[in-house]
Structures are given as C-alpha cells and as structure tokens.
C-alpha cells in the first residue's frame, strides 16, 4: 500500500538525575565526593532508507519515545546514556511541525538523518561541584527532560520526468510499456489513486526515473477531489510529459485539456511553469490515421513544444518520446548550480532561548520562560544546598532583579511551573 502522508509523535528520553555521594575507605572519614552524573536521555532519528517506497509502517506505531538515561551513582559512576530509537523512512521525505507547521528538514539522501527529538541531558553530580573553596559538596542536578514535537511526514516522490494528464488519458500504460512498473491499468477513470514510479532504461549509462502521477481535474490546485495529494509528487521532476488523448472517443477538446492541467500546475506552484515540457498525443492506435490530428500537432508545435503521436499500447512512438526526455534532463543536469554539501545530521532549533517573564496572577508571581523553567527542572529541591545555589542563579539570571522591580516583597508567593515558593531575601 501506497502512504504518502503520516503524522506522528516524537519523544526524547529524559536524562538521568546525579548523584551526591563520597568515598567511603577505610581510615578515611571525611573521603571526597564521588557522586556520577546521569545519563543523557536516548533520542528519536529519523534516518533516510532508500530501500523504502512509502511511509506504511508509521501508520501503525503513532508515538515514538527513546529510553531515559540511567541515574548517576556513587564511586564517580555515571549513568548509562539512554538507547535512540531510529525510525527508516524513504527518501524524499519532508518533515513539518505540526503545530507551527514549519519545514523542519528535506530528506533526500540514503543515511541522511534528522534529529526529531533530541534527549534531555544527563544532571551532574556533585563531582562536577567541587571549587577550591567547596570541597564537599552536597549538590547535584536532576536530568532534563527530552525534546518533544508533533511532526507530519509528507513523501514527495524523486522522479526526473513527470506524466501528467487527465484520467484516463493512457498515463499508466505508458509508464507500463517504457519501464518494468506495473501500475494498475483498466478503461475506467481513476484507475491510478497512488503515483507509481519506473526507471526507463535507454542505454547501460543511460536511464531516468519516471513518476506515473495520478490524473488531474479541475480545481486540483485548490484541493478539490484529491488535487493536493497529486500535486505533491509533481514538485522534485524535472521535466513533464503532457500525455494528452487525441483519439476523441471520449468527446474531450486535446488543445483545451492541455491547458486546463496547465493551470491547475501553475495554480498549485508557479515555478512549475519553468519544467521543459514534452506533449505526448496518445491512442493513436485509435484512428490511425496521421492527417486527422495534424492541426493539433501543429498547434503545439506553434507553441514550441516538441509533440509525439504516440500509441502507449502498440509502442508506436514511445522510445522517441523516453529519448527525447533525456535529452531534456541532460540539458537540466547541465545547466543545474553545483551541488552544495548536503548536511548528513540536521538538528532543528532549539525552542528555548535565554528570555524569562514576570507576571502577576493576584497575589501571585509568576515567573515563565525556558529558563527558568530549566532552573527549576535540574534542582533537587529537597537538598539545602541545592536550593541555595538555585537562588544564586535567579540572581545571575536577573530574575531575582526583576522581581525586586515590580515590587516583591519577604514572603510573596513565586511560581515556577508548578512549584510554589515564599520569597525570603538572602542576607545580602
């Protein structure tokens, strides 16, 4: 089954706690500390596979969460970093964030990777705490935790060369006679629902991948009928065939099809109108009969477009017409900037930054932002020590600052997320 479409949730592991602890040897009574610090959380990667075609397997398995790292522990242990998960994908595939709707990464290349969601890193223990003047140190850190998004997968095929058309123009057959791709074929509108992909082979150093894309109809560009799902696929080729039925069977006007599936193209991305294009007249096999038609290849090739009469069922004109593509993508592949080094890891931005905000909610102050939010999650609030040094921080951050501004006073409530504390001075 063909998936294109797939919206999951990424979660990375929450780093493991320090730990306060000392070195208990024998004749020594006061030993040093000795507490590890924990474990960075696994993180979920997104990992390009070129062997995959579609995004099947994540419509079963919604949520992805790596392990959390392990809890420091004493004699300078530290905690086991927790496993990632990798999570296969196909090549092409872009990622968005769901709740802001931003491209996150373009995947493209076999073994390109994206860190979806990267995990929390381990806290330190109180090893990490000794100065010159704190020897022993009663502090240690709890693990942050691990990223988390809501991502939406979309698949754009990697074709060189495009069919587009109306349903039931011959698209399908034609991908059939030219490449080893066995599309579903039948005489009814519709029949394809799924772009198909094949490799036409013109020679031992010469092929290209061709994208069967599902017919078009009016209104495609703004979504109607399954337009948005097709056109998707349109946007990696590089050159398109019009495959176009000249046959008249059906009643359709070939010079008005052309340029209604063109508009819908132009509607849906504008840059397309810059893809060389080649009009293929199909079911040719129909009539036979060349000075019938004659007028319409004369019409698009006033237009300058190179015009096949083609029949995807007898072959008649088909090895012309992949020939004639190449040509095409040979001048695109030439005249195409070099390629810049592609990034093999991409991480996205961090949400955080260094702001913080003050409020007051009644009697309440609350205080918001990444970090303070940070501050709160790494302290141990049950040790003196610690949450001494956590004032400390709220000073060099300016929170403590900016509280006295807007009028704080010996034993106001402060929030931080969801902990509660009385404001009391230090003696400073």
């Known amino acids: 089954m063909f998936i294109d479409k797939a919206q999951i949730k990424v979660v990375g592991g929450h780093g493991g ?55 420091g522990e004493g004699s300078n242990r530290n905690g086991k970093n927790g496993e990632d998960i990798i999570i296969s994908i196909p090549p092409g595939t872009s990622i968005y964030d769901e709740d802001t709707g931003d491209l996150l990464a373009d995947l493209v290349v076999e073994g390109q990777r994206f860190i979806a969601a990267e995990g929390g890193k381990g806290g330190r223990g109180n090893t990490s705490f000794v100065t010159s003047v704190r020897r022993a140190p009663n502090i240690a850190e709890n693990g942050m935790p691990g990223d988390e998004r809501n991502l939406r997968l979309e698949l754009k095929l990697l074709a060189d060369v495009g069919l587009v058309g109306y349903p039931n123009v011959g698209k399908s057959t034609l991908l059939s006679a030219v490449s080893a791709a066995k599309p579903k074929v039948a005489d009814y509108h519709f029949t394809t629902l799924k772009p198909s992909l094949g490799t036409v082979y013109l020679d031992v150093s010469e092929s290209f991948v061709i994208a069967d894309l599902p017919g078009l109809i009016e209104g495609a560009a703004q979504g109607h009928g399954l337009g948005h799902e097709f056109l998707r696929h349109i946007e990696r080729t590089k050159v398109l065939i019009h495959v176009i039925d000249v046959s008249g069977y059906e009643g359709r006007d070939p010079i008005e099809d052309y340029h209604d599936i063109n508009k819908e193209l132009f509607d849906y991305r504008g840059s397309l109108e810059d893809l060389p294009q080649i009009v293929a007249l199909n079911k040719f096999d129909l009539i036979n009969e060349r000075e019938l038609v004659q007028d319409v290849i004369d019409y698009f090739e006033d237009l300058g477009l190179q015009t096949f009469l083609i029949s995807a069922v007898t072959g008649h004109g088909t090895k012309e017409l992949m020939r004639q593509a190449y040509v095409l993508l040979e001048e695109v592949w030439a005249n195409e900037p070099e390629t810049k080094d592609i990034d093999m890891v991409i991480v996205p931005p961090k949400k955080e930054d260094g702001t913080f905000e003050i409020t007051r909610e009644g009697d309440i102050y609350v205080v918001s932002g990444p970090i303070p939010k940070r501050l709160a999650t790494v302290t141990d609030f049950s040790s003196k020590e610690s949450l001494y040094r956590f004032q400390g921080l709220l000073k060099k951050h300016g929170i403590i600052k900016e509280l006295m501004k807007m009028g704080v006073q010996e034993g106001d409530t402060i929030r931080f997320d969801d902990l509660l504390f009385e404001y009391y001075p230090d003696s400073e």
């Open 17 to 71: 706690n320090g730990v306060v602890a000392f070195r208990r040897e024998k004749y020594v009574p006061h030993g040093g500390p000795s507490g590890g610090r924990g474990g960075d959380g696994g993180s979920v990667i997104l990992e390009v596979d070129k062997g995959l075609r579609t995004l099947i397997d994540l419509q079963y398995n919604k949520v992805y969460k790596a392990d959390r790292g392990l809890h």
